[in-house]
Every structure is written in C-alpha cells, then in structure tokens.
C-alpha cells in the first residue's frame, strides 16, 4: 500500500561524502562547466510539453525544495520503476518518480548527481521490508553504475540518457560511479 511507503529521499552527495569519492583536498581546485546543465545529455535533447495536470503533479514533491518559477526542460524517462522525470525549476534540477523526489542546484547536480531510494517497510504480514528502488540522476561523464544487492551481489548498470535504476527485494546499495576514461 502507497500509504505504508516509506520514501527516503536522498542527494548523492550524502552517499558519495559518506564513501569519499567527492571532495577536494586543500589547496586544489575543480573547476565546473559554465553551464552546469550542459553536464547533462538529456537536458539537451528534445522536451515534452505535459499537460497542465501532469505539471501540476510533478509540482507537489518538490515543493520542499521551494522552486520559483516554471517548469523547464521537462524529460520522461521510461525505467524499470515505471515512469521517472527529469526537469529544472528555478534554480532547481530535479529527478522525480511516483516514489519520491531529488533537486539540487544545477551545479552541486553536475558534480554529484540526484539520487532517489525507496522501499516497502515491513507489516504484519511482511517480516521484511521490501521493494527496493534506487534511480539516479548523473551527469554525462558517468556512463556505470555499481551497486551491491543485499548481502554482497555486486552487479553494474548501465545509464541511459543521465538515468540510472535498480529495482530487488533486498536494501541497494551504490557503490561507485563510474565514469568515461
């Protein structure tokens, strides 16, 4: 049931901070793109103009965030979760899913990606919890993803346009990104 759902919602720069694979070190300085949306292929490809119900909907699970001004750049992206979209709103990019939300900054999402994890908590007839989904939203130099299922089944997906999903009925876990050499 929907309304049992837990969503945790969470940025990859609390997932990648925690694995140290982001940061610099003092005295080092990482340039970003002068367009931190041009990080992203699907940004630059043709966009879909939904109806004013769907802007709407997509609206409601990013009001936390507290965008200005209209939807932009609006992406579906079919997965194996069913359907996700991508879009920028203010000074907002965002990943959004019937199971949660991730916006960043344009430029903190260019450096670290959006990252959604969900899951079913156990009830009185599930011991467990249950239905895993993690998708992500990752900038063009990231082309794999490798995640850990459970206990130790390691595998690595590929990312389509910027997106990424696994869905299994043990707790995911991303690993490492990797990206083009």
Known sequence: MRSHRLISTLTLALLLGGLGLIGCSQGQHQESPPDPVRAFRIF????VKPSLATTRELRKPVKAYKPKGPLTRIHRVLTSAGPS????????MCLVSS????????????????????FTPPDAHHPLARDFVVQGLVPDSVHKVVVVIGRGYRTTLQVHNNVFTVTAQAPVHVQ???TAR
């Open 85 to 92: 979209w991508t879009f920028l709103v203010g000074d907002f």
């Open 44 to 47: 630059r490809l043709p966009t």
């Open 99 to 118: 199971r949660g939300a991730a916006c960043a900054p344009p430029r903190e999402a260019a450096t670290i990606g959006l990252l959604i994890g969900s």
């Open 176 to 178: 490492q990104l990797l």
